[in-house]
């Protein structure tokens, strides 16, 4: 009995150590500015303020419905051709024979040491050149590869029962058509588990796509936030509110596909 109770107290007091920042965003999105910035404090707004959502998709200089758009577009496509060039890759990796698979591979697990803000300029430099500025291209196409993915994708297909994959060559099949008809329906929980990751980060990525996006109409979901915070006047109520609703998409994903992520690691070779 004391170990259950000892349990139960500590879930409870991690879940509401959890859900206070939330409880803060929702409470300062539907207050007054001068709620939020009075000496005092309440739990509770004295006068929920629900005209704050008309005010919000209302900014003429912040398009906060458009970039809610532009952000579920982003991360569907990165995250679609994400699983199909990685997971191509670790396949071909871990199951087609040839000389340099390994160096290869190794070459793949060299650029993981090199960080992200090296390659910024050269990526915005191609980009440019294309004429992919303000544009879907430059958001989606330069994540469509992730050396950590493929990493991923060659350690799960290298304990992929080989079996499967003999019967599918035995039945006529190629390469292309073992991986299409046999390895992908039978991996769909750590595709999704990869997807799920994918889309996180995708829809929290902020330095790329404020450097990508120039034009208002092409901006992500995080971009259109920094614009409510550095506007002339920043009205810190809707900001909060912007909060809210940019988190709940991430927040129901990973509510609903949360155990992918587990399984995405155990059926990775990455266990402990």
């Known amino acids: ?58 900014q003429q200089d912040v398009p906060f419905a458009r970039s809610i758009v532009n952000s579920v577009v982003v991360a569907v496509l990165q995250t679609v051709g994400l699983l199909v060039v990685c997971s191509l890759a670790g396949y071909g990796l871990a199951r087609v024979p040839y000389r340099y698979s390994k160096p290869v591979f190794y070459a793949v697990l060299a650029t993981l040491m090199i960080p992200t803000s090296v390659t910024f300029v050269p990526s915005f430099v191609v980009v440019s050149t294309l004429g992919w500025l303000s544009d879907f291209r430059g958001l989606v196409i330069p994540g469509l590869f992730s050396a950590f993915s493929v990493f991923l994708f060659r350690q799960y297909f290298l304990d992929f029962p080989k079996e499967l994959e003999d019967a599918g060559r035995v039945d006529g099949l190629s390469r292309w058509g073992v991986f299409r008809k ?26 790329w796509p404020l450097i990508i996006a120039q034009s208002p109409d092409s901006w992500t979901v995080q971009v259109a936030l920094s614009g409510l915070l550095t506007a002339q006047n920043p009205q810190l109520n809707l900001l909060f509110l912007a909060a809210v609703l940019s988190i709940v998409p991430i927040v129901a994903l990973f509510a609903f596909l949360q155990r992918y992520l587990v399984r995405g690691v155990t059926e990775s070779g990455l266990k402990g």
């Open 182 to 207: 046999i390895v992908v329906p039978n991996s769909r929980g750590f595709f999704a588990a990869i997807a799920v990751i994918t889309v996180i980060g995708s829809w929290n990525a902020f330095l």
């Open 1 to 58: 009995m004391i170990r259950a109770v000892f349990r139960w107290t500590a879930l409870g007091v991690s879940a509401i150590l959890f859900l206070l920042p939330f409880y803060l965003l929702l409470r300062n999105g539907l207050a007054s500015r001068a709620e939020i910035t009075a000496p005092g404090w309440t739990l509770w707004p004295k006068q929920i303020h629900w005209e704050n959502f008309t005010k919000l998709f209302d």
